[in-house]
T-cell receptor
Framework: DAGITQSPRHKVTETGTPVTLRCHQT?????MYWYRQDPGHGLRLIHY???????DKGEVSDGYSVSRSKTEDFLLTLESATSSQTSVYFC???????????FGSGTRLTVV | GESVGLHLPTLSVQEGDNSIINCAYS??????FIWYKQESGKGPQFIID?????DKRQGQRVTVLLNKTVKHLSLQIAATQPGDSAVYFC????????????FGGGTRLMVKP
């Protein structure tokens, strides 16, 4: 998607290992979000950021942490990956002047 | 609790027919609504939006209708094509809630050739 990229696109990791997913934007948008998407649950908010170094928890934040040291990058870290964290992770961005989100292409994470 | 939901989890239509996807919301304070399309293996993509001071908005082959009286939102797709096959999400936003979107569960649209 134009202006927002996620990396990696796919990752397989072992239980207990730390994992970091990256979201990079070139739109200079204030808001950034991390969602996970699972069958039967739709999109659920993990963490979000409303500015550099300003972050807050979403509805499913346990086991996850985030950091935003500059406007363009929002990192999601799984401290110690578990099988329940196998999911597709989406990053989204939003400007202060708009209400809608632009989503990235997603990262498919498998924890074995 | 406050939520946004969908009436039909799966909708199957014939190519060329019109499609209608419905959504109910419960928070009368919501002031902005969006429809997203998600194709397999991709992120949700913006289709069309509508503000609470409107009851209808049209785009290219798509129309969104908002009925605030019954808290109902619908997406109409004219002359449905195979490329319209996807999962469709509605979402609501409340500006005074910190630009936080609340998403519905999604409806899968299947277009039969």
């Amino acid at each position: 998607d134009a202006g927002i990229t996620q990396s990696p696109r796919h990752k397989v990791t072992e239980t207990g290992t730390p994992v970091t997913l990256r979201c990079h934007q070139t739109e200079n948008h204030r808001y950034m979000y991390w969602y996970r998407q699972d069958p039967g649950h739709g999109l659920r908010l993990i963490h979000y950021s409303y500015g550099v170094k300003d972050t807050d928890k979403g509805e499913v934040s346990d086991g996850y942490s985030v950091s935003r040291s500059k406007t363009e990058d929002f990192l999601l870290t799984l401290e110690s990956a578990t099988s329940s964290q196998t999911s597709v992770y989406f990053c989204a961005i939003s400007g202060q002047e708009v209400y809608g989100y632009t989503f990235g292409s997603g990262t498919r994470l498998t924890v074995v | 609790g406050e939520s946004v939901g969908l009436h039909l989890p799966t909708l199957s239509v014939q190519e060329g027919d019109n499609s209608i996807i419905n959504c109910a919301y419960s928070n009368s304070a919501s002031d902005y609504f969006i429809w997203y399309k998600q194709e397999s293996g991709k992120g949700p993509q913006f289709i069309i939006d509508i503000r609470s001071n409107m009851d209808k908005r049209q785009g290219q082959r798509v129309t969104v209708l908002l009925n605030k009286t019954v808290k109902h939102l619908s997406l109409q797709i004219a002359a449905t094509q195979p490329g319209d096959s996807a999962v469709y999400f509605c979402a609501e936003n409340r500006y005074n809630a910190g630009n936080m979107l609340t998403f519905g569960g999604g409806t899968r649209l299947m277009v039969k050739p």
